[in-house]
């Protein structure tokens, strides 16, 4: 072990001069560090040049003497940390949490020597989504959304009329409960999950409405569905569907259906085009199901009004003044030539037209007896009551009548159709025009009270009934819905 370290000591003793002369070198080096390279400046000018949800770029304005920068950055409340280097007077972070604030300070280097880290120059970075853009399209007949693609985004809040009503994962969010002929406003945002959800700003504001078809209904009798809708100032043409099979395209607002079957359910759709602007309505869907069922007292006084209307629009029917035609006398019984050959076929004076109503529409038994007998009812209340149907109400206002009323006077008989309008045999003469429609105010003068007819008739009455689904009555499942709840 001596010799050993005596051979170290001739060694070193030896070279003493190189290890003085390395040792001399280092300290330049040192010296030089520490001397040579001038201090850097204090980063200036630091800014954020742009971010996003989850990185963050900054710049600042090139220093003098600087061969490079640190980038040092801290949550909101805590100490920097070091977080990378550039020979750049810019710097990227990434992999940022989404709303979360982030500071960041800048320290320029030159050799060893770097400037201060001054936090008061410090600037604040949030990672946010980007604001999402919104536009509406109703070409489809729908209330569809259509979002821009927020990068980082994992779902989006559809926001209506102030109200947030859900949310998608998808760009494109159609509004089922949107209300037809209404219009709505809507906004989105884009959110992120973190812990908790973070959210853009809203988007831009789309507003937008859905022109429903108006007052789309379907009757039937024994051998035609006639479906019938309002005209409207959207819609130039339409389709109507039976499920998804395309029956046929009208400009009208009707269409019709030839021997459809009985209590066979059907799922008829109504669609609206526009043809210029390239829009369409959303589609109105009637499930129903028809059935054969005894007319009851509200389908006979419809009935009656219907044939009521018939007569009046069929312009060959003038009013009678022949010695039959005028007091009793029916064409449909052939009851109404004159005693002499003289008087009209095709003729009815107020009463007989009135009381042809109920016996041709509505199918009463005994006003049909009397009228093929080639009497008529008078203009009496025992004349109605006689027949076992009416009853007698005194002189009511307009507007609490009912439909089919019978309005009886001294000298005049009407049918009461609704919505202030009546039918009757006006007895103006022989032109086209007497048996018409007219208004009730302008006639209700000759009223002296007022016959409700109380029958159901024994006429056969096609009820349009809807359906779900499945094809079951929906009155039906109400039925049993209210027996539940009394059994409950």
């Given at each position: 072990?001596?010799?050993?370290?005596?051979?170290?000591?001739?060694?070193?003793?030896?070279?003493?001069?190189?290890?003085?002369?390395?040792?001399?070198?280092?300290?330049?080096?040192?010296?030089?560090?520490?001397?040579?390279?001038?201090?850097?400046?204090?980063?200036?000018?630091?800014?954020?040049?742009?971010?996003?949800?989850?990185?963050?770029?900054?710049?600042?304005?090139?220093?003098?003497?600087?061969?490079?920068?640190?980038?040092?950055?801290?949550?909101?409340?805590?100490?920097?940390?070091?977080?990378?280097?550039?020979?750049d007077n810019s710097y990227t972070d990434t992999k940022l949490r989404t709303g979360t604030p982030y500071n960041y300070v800048v320290v320029a280097r030159n050799g060893l020597k770097t400037s201060d880290l001054n936090r008061k120059k410090a600037v604040e970075v949030t990672p946010a989504l980007e604001?999402?853009?919104?536009?509406?399209?109703?070409?489809?007949?729908?209330?569809?959304?259509?979002?821009?693609?927020?990068?980082g985004a994992s779902a989006y809040e559809i926001i209506r009329?102030?109200?947030?009503?859900?949310?998608?994962?998808?760009?494109?969010?159609?509004?089922?409960?949107?209300?037809?002929?209404?219009?709505?406003?809507?906004?989105?945002?884009?959110?992120?999950?973190?812990?908790?959800?973070?959210?853009?700003?809203?988007?831009?504001?789309?507003?937008?409405?859905?022109?429903?078809?108006?007052?789309?209904?379907?009757?039937?009798?024994?051998?035609t569905l006639s479906i019938d809708w309002d005209s409207n100032d959207y819609y130039d043409n339409y389709k109507v569907y039976?499920?998804?099979?395309?029956?046929?395209?009208?400009?009208?607002?009707?269409?019709?259906?030839?021997?459809?079957?009985?209590?066979?359910?059907?799922?008829?759709?109504?669609?609206?085009?526009?043809?210029?602007?390239?829009?369409?309505?959303?589609?109105?869907?009637?499930?129903?199901?028809?059935?054969?069922?005894?007319?009851?007292?509200?389908?006979?006084?419809?009935?009656?009004?219907?044939?009521?209307?018939?007569?009046?629009?069929?312009?060959?029917?003038?009013?009678g003044e022949g010695d039959r035609a005028h007091h009793c006398g029916c064409y449909f019984c052939g009851t109404n030539t004159a005693a002499k050959g003289s008087g009209y076929e095709k003729t009815y004076c107020c009463n007989p037209f009135v009381h042809a109503c109920y016996a041709h529409g509505a199918n009463d038994p005994q006003m049909l007896r009397t009228c093929q007998n080639g009497d008529s009812v008078g203009m009496n209340e025992s004349d109605y009551t006689k027949y076992g149907n009416w009853e007698r109400h005194s002189k009511p206002a307009v507007s609490d009548l009912q439909m089919g009323d019978v309005l009886v006077g001294s000298h005049h008989v009407m049918i009461y159709l609704g919505d202030g309008q009546i039918a009757h045999a006006a007895g103006e003469g022989w032109g086209a025009d007497t048996i018409r429609v007219d208004n009730a105010s302008s006639y209700y003068s000759f009223c002296d009270f007022v016959m409700r007819y109380t029958g159901t008739g024994s006429g056969t009455m096609y009820k349009v009934r809807e359906v779900d689904s499945r094809g079951k009555l929906i009155e039906e499942k109400e039925e049993e819905s209210e027996e539940e709840q009394e059994d409950a």
């Open positions: 072990m001596k010799v050993k370290i005596k051979k170290i000591l001739r060694t070193l003793k030896k070279n003493r001069r190189k290890i003085l002369l390395a040792d001399a070198v280092l300290y330049m080096a040192v010296i030089i560090t520490l001397f040579a390279f001038s201090d850097p400046d204090p980063v200036r000018g630091l800014k954020v040049a742009k971010s996003d949800y989850s990185t963050a770029s900054i710049s600042w304005k090139q220093c003098e003497a600087a061969s490079g920068y640190l980038v040092y950055r801290a949550k909101k409340g805590e100490d920097y940390k070091y977080v990378g280097t550039t020979s604001d999402p853009k919104l536009k509406i399209d109703t070409s489809k007949g729908k209330m569809e959304l259509v979002i821009s693609d927020v990068k009329d102030g109200k947030t009503i859900g949310t998608s994962k998808k760009t494109v969010y159609i509004d089922e409960k949107a209300e037809p002929d209404t219009p709505h406003k809507y906004e989105v945002k884009a959110l992120r999950y973190v812990d908790d959800p973070v959210y853009s700003e809203a988007s831009n504001t789309a507003q937008a409405l859905l022109h429903q078809i108006p007052n789309f209904e379907i009757t039937a009798d024994e051998s039976s499920g998804d099979e395309l029956l046929g395209e009208t400009e009208d607002t009707s269409y019709s259906i030839d021997d459809y079957k009985l209590d066979t359910a059907y799922d008829i759709k109504v669609v609206g085009f526009n043809s210029v602007e390239k829009y369409q309505s959303p589609e109105i869907e009637k499930r129903f199901k028809v059935s054969e069922e005894p007319m009851d007292n509200e389908a006979a006084r419809q009935a009656a009004c219907d044939w009521a209307v018939m007569i009046a629009n069929d312009n060959s029917f003038t009013y």
